[in-house]
């Protein structure tokens, strides 16, 4: 299977065998190193670049099969643009172009930590390990038919060369508990349902005490005492029992009040009696994506030792038509004490996060909670796959998402709420009704998720256009993303961590 390679660092030294990548400006200058690498080939990369017409402008590269002079089995050059323009995204997408540029087959790569001005930092060198990692991701575990060429070695391994290799351990190893919980997310959202139900989900979801983070997983029964009719009457029509996950990671002062992450968990939402039509239902498998992103990201803090206290809860349910299942017209009570009518059984997610918002606004007392859910088609059609809908009831918290979202790549646009919205979510029969028409149907299921988070500081993120289906990137080949923990991992280390 195509496990990514083993990616370590060594000191700069021109490898004997195995494919070398370096990097190269749009003057094609090499930093010192690479040009010590590459001396024993003379001119044959100006002449190479020359007859390919590359120029090493950023996101260009050439490839040099048996370079002669070279003792390794292909040369790659990538082109960076202006070093000092570098960010540290653009750093990890080096990574993952290095790394596509060396074939799975290859048993060895080697990629100079270096760019026209000098030796990367620590951290650059890092990031860019980090953007391989990322960019090796396969979900494959289900081919059991694979063609030489498209297996990796076992053993392979990527090195990447650095002045000091002391400094870039030390900086990747937070990088590589991110980069993990990135995988988690992946591995879950790409997971089919016959799979991944809601007992396995939460099983996997408990595998995170193992980087001591507490895990409480909630039954059906435990859940009724509580209240939490709103997600059980989305699970009700399944033969898969619903459960809630509840994880802990306190890495920050005892007593202080802990940030929270809620996901939702639907393992398959065929819509219910409300039945979606056939045609890709199959990716409402990923409609867990929520709950595989906090589960991913609370590996990542506790992976990491992040100096904070969060609480991780996600909501598992499958969303079926049964004999059993709930009905348009039922009327559920929420663990809020507020009634839903349902109209439409396949507005699910609303129902489960409200259940699960209340319980860790009420419980934890949060200094704030995000949710993330795959909500809505409609904001697929409002923002396509670039940004997930970002709707918040505090504009600090708005300001520091969208900020996150700049730095990581992950990022989010503000959507409206606001009191004029609530009438198309008012019932002739109870609270409220659980849709509100066509119109501005991400925003009037935002409203929604609202009446249940009180007055704590709250941002909802529609992530159905940016969870899964996503076009393949630098940094990513597979249909599951695992949007949101790079994202969400910034916004803790940025602004809700103790200073080291
Ligand atoms: N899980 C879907 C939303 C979704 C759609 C996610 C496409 C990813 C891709 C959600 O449960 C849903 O069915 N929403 C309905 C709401 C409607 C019935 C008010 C929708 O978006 O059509
Ligand atoms: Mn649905
Ligand atoms: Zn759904």
């Known amino acids: 299977m195509t496990d990514a390679p083993k990616i370590g660092f060594a000191p700069f030294a021109a490898p004997a065998k195995g494919a070398l990548v370096v990097f190269c400006d749009d003057a ?71 790394l596509s540029k060396v074939p799975v087959a290859e048993a ?47 053993g392979a391994t990527l090195t990447v060369a650095v002045s000091d290799v002391a400094a870039a351990n030390k900086a990747l190893a937070p990088n590589a508990a991110i980069a993990e919980g990135v995988v988690i997310a992946r591995d879950l959202v790409n997971e089919p349902a016959n799979v991944l139900y809601p007992e396995e989900f939460a099983r996997r979801a408990s595998k995170l005490r193992k980087v001591g983070v507490d895990v409480d997983v909630l039954d059906v029964k435990q859940m009724r005492k509580l209240g939490m009719n709103a997600l059980l009457g989305v699970g009700q029509g399944s033969v898969r029992d619903s459960r809630l996950v509840v ?65 991780g809860a ?23 004490g507020q009634t839903i009518e349902i109209i439409n059984t396949d507005a699910e997610g609303r129902l489960v996060l409200a259940d699960v918002l209340w319980y860790v606004a ?75 028409g066509r119109n501005g149907g991400s925003i009037t299921a935002a409203q929604f998720l609202q009446r249940f988070v009180d007055d704590t500081s709250w941002a909802h993120l529609d992530i159905a256009g940016t969870a899964m289906g996503v076009p393949a990137s630098d940094l990513n080949r597979s249909w599951g993303s695992g949007y949101g923990v790079r994202l969400l991992n910034r916004l803790v280390a940025d602004h809700y961590e103790a200073k080291r």
Not at 34 to 39: E, G, H, I, S, Y
Not at 267 to 289: H, Q, V
């Open 28 to 98: 094609l200058t090499f930093g010192p190193q690479t040009r010590k690498a590459l001396a024993p080939s003379g001119d044959l990369v100006a002449r190479a670049a020359k007859a390919e017409r590359f120029t090493g402008k950023s996101g260009s590269s050439l490839t040099l099969p048996v370079p002669a002079g070279l003792k390794v089995t292909r040369l790659v050059v990538i082109g960076t643009g202006k070093p000092a323009k570098l960010t540290p995204q653009d750093f990890l997408k080096l990574g993952g172009t290095a």
């Open 108 to 154: 060895q790569a080697t990629v100079f930590a270096e760019t026209a001005a000098g030796a990367m930092t620590a951290q650059q060198a890092a990031d860019v390990a980090t953007g391989a990692r990322l960019r090796a991701y396969a979900f494959d575990r289900y081919k059991t038919k694979k063609k030489d060429d498209d297996k990796r070695p076992a």
């Open 247 to 311: 994880m802990r990671w306190n890495g920050g002062k005892k007593g202080e009040k802990p940030v929270a992450f809620i996901g939702k968990g639907v393992c398959f939402d065929t819509g219910g009696i409300s039945i979606k039509p056939a045609g890709g239902m199959e990716d409402m498998k990923g409609d867990m994506a929520g709950a595989a992103c906090v589960v991913g990201l609370m590996h990542a803090l506790a992976a990491r030792k992040a100096k904070v206290n969060v609480v």
């Open 314 to 336: 996600i909501g598992l349910v499958e969303n079926m038509p049964d004999g059993n299942a709930q009905r348009p017209g039922d009327i559920v009570t929420s663990m809020s």
């Open 362 to 436: 009420k419980k934890h007392k949060p200094k704030f909670m995000v949710d993330l859910a795959t909500l809505t088609g409609a904001i697929l059609v409002a923002l396509g796959v670039e940004y997930a809908g970002m709707f918040s009831n505090d504009d600090r918290l708005a300001e520091r998402l969208t900020a996150a979202g700049q730095v990581t790549g992950e990022r989010v646009w503000r959507m409206p709420l606001g009191p004029e919205y609530d009438k198309q979510i008012d019932s002739q029969f109870a609270d409220m009704k659980n849709t509100g």
